[in-house]
């Protein structure tokens, strides 16, 4: 398996070194793609031509000035005031949303109940290494503890929202447990490619406790605690096999994880479409996009920075909102079902307090999803079915734009192939009699998009009859609005769009809030500072 795994073009350096860590497995960090797993977990391997492109000016990884304030408060004594406040001084300076998490989540850490006076803090890495043509090592990032005599270590995991609030992946805890119990101290090597240096292991531990702790609120769940031994069988039935398939290459699929995959450069897998967001050329860190992030910061440049940054949000949707959620659901699972049209009989009864996934709506709202899911019927994409081909629901379809330097995440309602055409249709819910915009683009930019990359023949295809499809569901009727993507002037407005709503984004650096009655519904405003109180007057100076 692993010895047979080549350099893929366009990377240099040595592959006989493996790390693997449980991001690996998944999780906040899952790997989507078997190609930048395969080349992640090769820390000497790079690409044989460096990015130039400068770093983020703002720490972009929220748990950094968690570990690094812990670190100091659990290895330097210094007290948690001091500790909080020396991250100010940090050369990558944090967001005030960020600074705000972060004190929060340390004083949880601290204040939880997994705290034991009886484990000591130990700051090497426990690392299990193993040679057999390659160099494998198994770590864990998170929190180290162990009894003073040495003999019972734990390992915490750090979650940003509740512990348990996600399940976490058996391989993940495998590989953390088998570190723990089998691993020996190191400190982390001065570059990242480096070997892990390890020093005697001194006493082998007799008991393992693989933990999570919430950071939003200080609880915990203890995934395994067991003996060796116990590791052992766990490691051979969730990691031993799994870690096998994660140093393994595979084909690369574009996705969200392009953004951090040092592959990137000499991948074939994602499009590169220079001027897809209607940018000039220019020289700036590298991120990801999608339209609803470009919305977000359209509200509020701290909103939609702290939101990508993946801090606890509160419930952001409202009903009406969540109806849509179950509606487009509900949809999804019918065309999954059902290619030759949806009937009358494939629709909720409107008497019915129906679900869809984990999108539970209160019986009255349930009726009207029930009034507009009647209308689909009219206006399925399936109706005339004999030359629709390559259905997909809820695709997610990933670019490159080389010019503005972005990974631009688009995830159409639907999408199919019509006689050899692409069709890209979005379904939106409503019950308002009209728009606010007299344009559709402007009212629904991921319209504009979807018209960019036809237009580009991004997703291949005849483009001849290529359309994007707006299938609008009211409780008392649907509507479909077709735009034609070969249409120059539809085009020229749809750049003029995305470049409207990307030029501020990416020429931000700092992310300042804008602080208004959108605070009240901002899913993220707990954490910033700038945020006004339920009782600040509204513009117009109504409370």
């Known amino acids: 398996m692993g010895e047979r795994w080549r350099l893929p073009a366009g990377m240099v350096g040595d592959p006989r070194l493996v790390r693997i860590g449980p991001g690996a497995a998944g999780g906040e960090d899952e790997f989507t793609c078997p190609a930048f797993a395969a080349v992640k977990v090769r820390p000497a391997v790079r690409a044989s031509t460096r990015s130039q492109l400068p770093k983020s000016r703002l720490e972009t990884f929220a748990l950094g000035p968690v570990t690094t304030a812990l670190d100091r408060i659990e290895f330097h004594g210094v007290s948690v005031e001091k500790a909080l406040a020396d991250l100010r001084l940090s050369q990558k300076p944090a967001h005030p949303g960020l600074a705000s998490?972060?004190?929060?989540?340390?004083?949880?850490?601290?204040?939880?109940?997994?705290?034991?006076?009886?484990?000591?803090?130990?700051?090497?890495?426990?690392?299990?290494?193993?040679?057999?043509?390659?160099?494998?090592?198994?770590?864990?990032?998170?929190?180290?503890?162990?009894?003073?005599?040495?003999?019972?270590?734990?390992?915490?995991?750090?979650?940003?929202?509740?512990?348990?609030?996600?399940?976490?992946?058996?391989?993940?805890?495998?590989?953390?447990?088998?570190?723990?119990?089998?691993?020996?101290?190191?400190?982390?090597?001065?570059?990242?490619?480096?070997?892990?240096?390890?020093?005697?292991?001194?006493?082998?531990?007799?008991?393992?406790?693989?933990?999570?702790?919430?950071?939003?609120?200080?609880?915990?769940?203890?995934?395994?605690?067991?003996?060796?031994?116990?590791?052992?069988?766990?490691?051979?039935?969730?990691?031993?096999?799994?870690?096998?398939?994660?140093?393994?290459?595979?084909?690369?699929r574009a996705g969200s994880t392009c953004a951090d995959c040092k592959r990137l450069t000499a991948c074939p897998a994602p499009p590169r479409i220079p001027g897809l967001l209607g940018l000039p050329s220019r020289r700036a860190p590298l991120r990801k996009v999608s339209v609803s992030d470009l919305r977000s910061y359209q509200k509020c440049p701290a909103q939609a920075h702290l939101r990508s940054l993946n801090l606890p949000r509160a419930n952001e949707y409202s009903d009406e909102a969540n109806l849509g959620h179950a509606v487009h659901a509900y949809l999804e699972q019918a065309h999954q079902d059902n290619r030759i049209g949806c009937g009358s009989a494939d629709m909720p009864d409107e008497r019915a307090n129906w679900t869809a996934e984990r999108w539970h709506l209160p019986s009255e709202i349930a009726q009207v999803g029930a009034q507009m899911l009647a209308h689909h019927p009219g206006v399925c994409a399936f109706r005339n079915a004999e030359l629709i081909t390559d259905v997909r629901s809820e695709p997610t379809r990933t670019f490159h734009d080389t010019a503005a330097q972005a990974i631009v995440i688009a995830k159409p309602d639907l999408l199919y192939l019509d006689d050899g055409s692409w069709v890209w249709r979005e379904v939106k819910t409503t019950q308002k009699p009209r728009w606010f915009h007299d344009d559709l683009l402007d009212e629904f930019p991921q319209l504009a998009l979807a018209v960019v990359l036809l237009a580009e023949g991004a997703l291949g295809g005849d483009p001849a009859a290529s359309r994007v499809e707006l299938e609008v569901l009211r409780p008392d009727g649907a509507d479909i609005s077709i735009i034609d993507p070969t249409d120059p002037e539809r085009v020229t407005k749809a750049r003029a769009v995305l470049r409207r709503l990307a030029e501020p984004w990416r020429g931000d650096e700092v992310f300042e809030a804008q602080p208004g009655r959108n605070c009240r519904w901002c899913p993220v405003s707990r954490w910033c500072p700038s945020r006004l109180d339920d009782t600040a007057p509204d513009d117009d100076g109504e409370a």
């Open 101 to 252: 998490f972060t004190d929060h989540a340390v004083r949880e850490y601290l204040n939880s109940a997994v705290a034991s006076a009886e484990l000591v803090p130990v700051r090497d890495y426990w690392i299990a290494q193993k040679t057999n043509g390659l160099t494998w090592e198994l770590y864990a990032w998170g929190r180290r503890y162990q009894a003073g005599d040495g003999l019972r270590r734990e390992f915490r995991f750090l979650r940003y929202n509740e512990a348990g609030a996600r399940e976490r992946d058996r391989t993940q805890i495998a590989i953390a447990a088998y570190a723990a119990a089998f691993g020996a101290p190191a400190p982390w090597p001065d570059r990242w490619e480096q070997q892990f240096q390890t020093r005697s292991v001194g006493v082998i531990p007799t008991f393992v406790r693989i933990v999570e702790v919430g950071l939003l609120d200080g609880s915990f769940v203890v995934h395994f605690d067991g003996s060796p031994q116990q590791v052992e069988e766990y490691f051979a039935a969730h990691g031993r096999q799994q870690i096998s398939g994660i140093a393994a290459d595979g084909p690369p």
